[in-house]
């Protein structure tokens, strides 16, 4: 026999049993095969099913959430600068709003001097930015505070409005450029 023969069947016999092993474990190899693919699809399954739960609280979550707040627009242009540096020469800057049962007409030296330029509403607190045209200066204050010896004394952001008070009466500021 030559070199040749002996590798071939040295194959042969490697194959035969090779083939031997998996005729007697192969019930054995597809049964482990079978439990993995099986428990795969109930790990895959309870997955999906906690994606729907969690997707169903966030939809609960997020119509309590529109319940609770308005959504606000916000300014037509965002990049628009706050405070400006270009005056307008209308006179009619300051927009007081009158009692609506008495109509009084109140000095021109009597009346706040501020422009109402942002109101901002935190989780604790509500802050009101302010400007005086005349001399160019601007101030942010929270609800209850004083400036120039006007106390904000009400922050209504759903009709952009704010009151001050000073000697007992009040004096409503809307917010510039409201629509």
């Given at each position: 026999m030559r070199k040749i023969d002996?590798?071939?069947?040295?194959?042969?016999?490697?194959?035969l049993g090779l083939n031997t092993y998996f005729v007697i474990n192969m019930d054995k190899l597809i049964r482990d095969d079978f439990e993995e693919i099986i428990?795969?699809?109930?790990?895959?399954?309870v997955q999906q099913n906690?994606?729907?739960i969690d997707q169903i609280?966030?939809?609960?979550?997020?119509?309590?959430?529109?319940?609770?707040y308005k959504l606000s627009l916000g300014?037509?242009?965002?990049?628009?600068?706050?405070i400006e540096e270009r005056r307008q020469e209308s006179g009619s800057i300051n927009s007081i709003l009158p009692d609506k049962n008495?109509?009084?007409?109140i000095p021109e030296s009597e009346r706040p001097n501020f422009v109402v330029r942002g109101i901002l509403k935190g989780k604790y607190n509500e802050v009101v930015i302010l400007e005086k045209p005349e001399k160019e200066e601007s101030f942010v204050v929270e609800k209850g505070k004083e400036v120039?010896?006007?106390?904000?004394?009400?922050?209504?952001?759903d009709n952009n409005t704010i009151t001050l008070r000073k000697n007992n009466r009040d004096f409503i500021l809307k917010l510039v450029g409201d629509r």
């Open positions: 002996y590798v071939l069947s040295g194959f042969l016999i490697a194959s428990s795969a699809k109930k790990v895959s399954f906690l994606e729907k609280k966030i939809a609960e979550n997020l119509n309590d959430l529109k319940k609770k300014r037509t242009d965002p990049f628009k600068p706050l008495v109509v009084k007409v120039d010896g006007y106390r904000i004394i009400k922050v209504d952001i």
